[in-house]
């Protein structure tokens, strides 16, 4: 009888774990076909303890409640706030499921933000992608002392302050010089980016970004970060 009883709660235990897992994964992130963009560099990855075999439970775990010592996710795309992610990959340490939700006391995740979700920001008709050296180039149309002008702006990109960050070094009006000096500074900061990246849940902090083929390769990064709604 204490054998049959111990197998029940052991299966229930087991379901109800998928079950919240499967609900927050849901939840979280809608799952679409891999991204096929141009094989780049290598990126920043999620490299940040994805096995802890000698982590042990904690010792206030309440009897409604379930602790994961690790759980990692990929997806292909999300799609979350109006925003889009491409290869994301998600590992979280010392996750707790209950009556609350689930809650991870470290979450990693790593992500693709898509070049044209940060060129939507500035406005139509703005185009960003990989430049040399690791750089990246925003072209658009600016108006600049009353004339519109055609820059083309070249520059270093980093999380800063948890937001992601490309400052122009470089950039050409394709015009007479007196033209670049004079609108110099109006034109620097229409083509300065400062993006937040989106879809991800609340308590994730930029730490890190790179630039990709396809877009900006960055690695976020939390504690005690609530998972799902």
């Known amino acids: ?15 109800m774990v998928l079950v919240l897992a499967a609900a927050a994964a849901i939840a979280w992130w809608v799952v679409s076909d891999p991204s096929t963009g141009v094989e780049a560099a290598p990126a920043p990855s999620a490299t940040a303890g994805e096995r ?13 409640e379930v602790w994961l010592a690790d759980v990692a996710l990929d997806a292909g795309t999300l799609a979350a706030a109006g925003s889009v992610l491409h290869d994301v990959r998600a590992v979280g340490q010392d996750v707790v499921t209950g009556p609350d939700g689930m809650v991870a006391g470290r979450l990693t995740v790593d992500a693709t933000v898509p070049f044209e979700v940060v060129a ?3 406005g139509d008709g703005t185009e960003v992608r990989a430049a040399e050296g690791g750089q990246v180039m925003v072209v658009r149309t600016v108006e600049a002392l009353g004339r519109q002008l055609a820059v083309t702006a070249t520059g270093t990109v980093e999380a800063d302050a948890g937001r992601l960050v490309v400052e122009p070094r470089s950039i050409d009006f394709g015009g007479p010089g007196f033209v670049s000096d004079a609108a110099g500074a109006v034109v620097n900061r229409l083509v ?20 990709q083929e396809d877009g900006f390769r960055a690695r976020l990064s939390g504690e005690y970060v609530k998972l799902g709604p």
């Open 52 to 64: 802890v075999p000698d982590a042990k439970p904690p010792a206030g775990l309440g009897a409604d």
């Open 192 to 211: 300065t980016i400062e993006h937040d990246i989106e879809g991800l849940p609340k308590g994730l902090v930029l730490q890190d970004v790179g630039v």
């Open 120 to 122: 939507g920001k500035l």
């Open 1 to 15: 009888m204490e054998w049959t009883r111990a197998k029940d709660w052991l299966i229930g235990a087991v379901g």
